[in-house]
T-cell receptor, first 114, second 113 residues
């Protein structure tokens, strides 16, 4: 599985847009880019997943350039409750009966200030 | 909506004792995963099951074993506990066709003294 690299920490203020970039230079053709959020002492929570271009849901947007060697998670108008660790993962998509284990690297600790 | 259930939520054991953690996946989810998260560390994949068969194995010690039962619940058995086993243990479930989207339980906090 491709190794991911993302900033260790980021600070932001309430109401701002936050962009967290992740590099995954060795991503393979069948890999998907997935982001999880984790609050202290809670299990990680799936945020968004994409393969290429742009994906948007009610929580975030994910931008993936054509070469797929990096991706950017965009959180619009963050609030204090968005303070958490954000993990970028590359997951091999299994199409027929095999599971996809999540390999967590060092995530980005986002601190949102008032 | 139903979530992943883990029990117990907290467990205190002494060195060399055994522990059993239980996980009840979201209804109709066919895949279960176990992860270990030590203090200040990132979650580490231990093992997964699909349709009651072991599917993948990560950094799970030989002292640990796990299985998935006919009702899809899973148990993680830990023997000869060591101080270093103190951690949060998360169970997650998913549908295999969308296994990147895993739903995590609240975790079991194991403390070994």
């Amino acid at each position: 599985l491709a190794k991911t690299t993302q900033p260790i920490s980021m600070d932001s203020y309430e109401g701002q847009e936050v962009n967290i970039t992740c590099s995954h230079n060795n991503i393979a053709t069948n890999d998907y880019i997935t982001w999880y959020q984790q609050f202290p002492s809670q299990g990680p929570r799936f945020i968004i997943q994409g393969y290429k271009t742009k994906v948007t849901n009610e929580v975030a947007s994910l931008f993936i350039p054509a070469d797929r060697k990096s991706s950017t998670l965009s959180l619009p108008r963050v609030s204090l409750s968005d303070t958490a660790v954000y993990y970028c993962l590359v997951v091999l998509f299994h199409g027929s009966g095999n599971t996809g284990k999540l390999i967590f690297g060092q995530g980005t600790t986002l601190q949102v200030k008032p | 909506a139903a979530g992943v259930i883990q029990s117990p939520r907290h467990l205190i054991k002494e060195k060399r004792e055994t522990a059993t953690l239980k996980c009840y996946p979201i209804p109709r989810h066919d895949t279960v995963y176990w992860y270990q998260q030590g203090p200040g560390q990132d979650p580490q994949f231990l093992i997964s099951f699909y349709e009651k068969m072991q599917s993948d194995k990560g950094s799970i010690p030989d002292r640990f074993s796990a299985q998935q039962f006919s009702d899809y619940h899973s148990e993680l058995n830990m023997s000869s506990l060591e101080l270093g086993d103190s951690a949060l243990y998360f169970c997650a479930s998913s549908l295999v066709r969308s296994s990147y989207e895993q739903y995590f339980g609240p975790g079991t906090r194991l403390t070994v003294t």
